[in-house]
């Protein structure tokens, strides 16, 4: 069985400084990982992905994620918030079990202070 | 224009009513999906199709069916409507086994 814990259901920043976005999951055999955006009234940007090549990962936007098989961890960060990074983000799992099934953690939501 | 597009984009009606949405796709992606998103609770999958002969149920389709109406076109139905079917619907699609999916802005649906 798969799963993902989304650790914040919200994050605040200042505009300028750093973005921390904690995703953990759960997974018996090597996943496929993603960061999503969701900004209001809209659907489900990629911001990047995990599929077993390099760890360190970069994504659209100035986003970028670090796979940590030894924390079962795929933080998403960036150094410098900007106030349209304020949205929802989404970290998910992905496993082929007979089908490709996707898990979607519960999201976080960025809140960017001017 | 969008690469996914869903139809409405939003609707409220009533309960016992019959209600479908629409999907439609230009990425010739074989792979289609539904799901439903409520507060606090991320995405859950209610059907999926891997191509037009092949239907599948996620985690949460009672009260849902899907048709394929071809390899761009897949809709979800309602056949009678309840309060707590209320949701953010999503329409996403992808190109084979763990690559990422592509989703529609959403319909937002309201069941009085």
């Known amino acids: 069985a798969q799963s993902v814990t989304q650790l914040d259901s919200h994050v605040s920043v200042s505009e300028g400084t750093p973005v921390l976005l904690r995703c953990n999951y759960s997974?018996?055999?090597?996943?496929?990982l993603f960061w999503y955006v969701q900004h209001p009234n809209k659907g489900l940007q990629l911001l990047l992905k995990?599929?077993?090549?390099?760890?360190l990962v970069k994504g659209i936007n100035g986003f970028e994620a670090e796979f940590k098989k030894s924390e079962t961890s795929f933080h998403l960060t960036k150094p410098s918030a900007h106030m349209s990074d304020a949205a929802e983000y989404f970290c998910v799992v992905t496993l082929y079990e007979g089908y490709q099934k996707v898990t979607f953690g519960t999201g976080t939501k960025l809140q960017v202070i001017p | 224009d969008a690469d996914v597009t869903q139809t409405p984009r939003n609707r409220i009606t009533k309960t016992g009513k019959r209600i479908m949405l629409e999907c439609s796709q230009t990425k010739g992606h074989d792979r289609m999906y539904w799901y439903r998103q409520d507060p606090g609770l991320g995405l859950q999958l209610i059907y999926y199709?891997?191509?037009?002969?092949?239907?599948n149920k996620g985690e949460i389709s009672d009260g849902y069916s899907v048709s394929r109406q071809a390899q761009a076109k897949f809709s979800l139905s309602l056949e009678s409507a309840i309060p707590n079917q209320t949701a953010l619907y999503f329409c996403?699609?992808?190109?084979?086994?763990?690559?990422?999916?592509?989703f529609g802005d959403g319909t937002r649906l309201s069941i009085l």
């Open positions: 995990y599929t077993s090549a390099a760890t």
């Open positions: 997974s018996s055999y090597s996943p496929s």
């Open positions: 199709s891997f191509d037009v002969k092949d239907i």
């Open positions: 996403a699609t992808s190109d084979r086994a763990g690559q990422p999916q592509h």
